[in-house]
Nanobody, 125 residues
Framework: QVHLVESGGDSVQSGGSLTLSCTAT????????IAWFRQTPGNEREGVAV???????AYAGSVKGRFAIAQDNAKNIFYLQMNSLKPEDTAMYYC???????????????????WGRGTQVTVSS
């Protein structure tokens, strides 16, 4: 079982920065990917950044060059550094983990079986 808790969401001005944290408690089953998704009311969850167990990363085009995902292996904490924030980045941000037998695209929400409760990011213009 994997337990995920997000923190760090806040309200910021456009152009500002935030760092989100995801503290992961990982049981015996393990995972291949940890991803950050975001969701606004009435819309599907959108994958924004993913990291695998080797440290490989990928980003959605809308955040590439502005967001960075990283992990603290010793503490099992995953970070999402968000720079040059825009009003359109406003969303609930979720941390998610898949399983070692999950299939599908790494930005497909259906791949992920463990989710945190989310942390709200609001960017004002």
């Amino acid at each position: 079982q994997v337990h995920l808790v997000e923190s760090g969401g806040d309200s910021v001005q456009s152009g500002g920065s935030l760092t989100l944290s995801c503290t992961a408690t990982v049981g015996e089953h393990g995972y291949r990917y940890i991803a950050w998704f975001r969701q606004t009311p009435g819309n599907e969850r959108e994958g924004v950044a993913v990291i695998d167990t080797s440290g490989w990363t990928a980003y959605a085009g809308s955040v590439k060059g502005r967001f960075a995902i990283a992990q603290d292996n010793a503490k099992n904490i995953f970070y999402l550094q968000m720079n040059s924030l825009k009003p359109e980045d406003t969303a609930m941000y979720y941390c998610a983990a898949d399983s070692l037998v999950s299939g599908g695209y790494y930005f497909s929400p259906q791949r992920y079986i463990h989710w945190g409760r989310g942390t709200q990011v609001t960017v004002s213009s």
